[in-house]
């Protein structure tokens, strides 16, 4: 693994290559900036997103391309659409049967989820009680149970998206896990002539198996050497000493403070500890991969994506960017 010594002269590299990355991707899609800067952060956080909206608001094509201009193999991604049928080999892997006959329970993962470095996972709350409790594990431990031992899987990004999040108590845990939030809106009605003219040259470059997003301008290996990075750097002070003595600003600080606090008291949105915590390390990720510094208000923006159910989303929007007096996408 990389050591700090080892990523110091490369990191500024690194960060120009995958904003250049995000700033390209923006191409191919009609008014996704906002969505496509979060799935950067996110990425670059090792953190997972969830795109909730209705169909037809480019979720799964969004994913794609992000996944595709990497230039990850075969077997580094993996992708499926759950139902409550959905069992867990489809995303497991089938059981082996001639280990089984030595009593053995041991799965055959090649081209599944344990396997994969980047997932996407459609409709995730249409899933039943059985694969929610495996997700669960995968998406906080990253590890799932072979021969009733725990193993590790190789995932590092998480995309998930889906219609609705459903206010069930059952399915708390899992939405809670997926700190950030964002709708995906239709675009039609303010955008009819671009997204015509974009949509249909997606559908020539289909034709063709034309991919120009696959620039591989930023790779998959950057974007884990930033996360080394940033992981060094938040641990570099050592026991006693805080991070934000160097990279969070008191006055900064102070206004994240009320942000939530505002949220919680006169909106009802909850903000569990777990998810307080995985805030400030990607509000210190946006910081740095977007201007290399210290967390400024804007910044704060990401607050705006914390809500946790459908009705939320944009009541959370709405007034996080009111009380930072700030406009635009995160």
Known sequence: MWTLKEL????????????????????????????????????????????????????SDLVVKFVESLGLGQDDYFEYMLTKFTEPSEILGPIDIDLLKQGRFVRRTRGKLPEARVAFLDEIFKSNSAILNTLLTIVNERKYYQDGEPTPVALKLLFAATNDIPEQSELDALADRFILKIETKPVKDTHFDELIDA??????????EQKPWARATASFEDFLKFKRYLDLVLGARGAGSSDREGWFPKAVFAEFRRVVRSLETEDKVFVSDRKLVKLYRLLRTRAFLFHGGRVETQDLQLLAYVGNRRHELPVVSEKVRALLGLGGSA
Request: glycine share 6%.
């Open 8 to 59: 110091e002269p490369e990191i500024d590299a690194i960060r120009g290559r995958i904003n250049q990355h995000r700033r390209e991707l923006r191409e191919y899609f009609v008014k996704r900036d906002e969505e496509l800067d979060l799935a950067t952060v996110c990425a670059c956080a090792q953190e997972p997103l969830l795109f909730v909206g209705p169909p037809g608001t480019a979720k």
């Open 199 to 208: 949509g249909v040259m997606n559908e020539v470059y289909r034709a063709t």
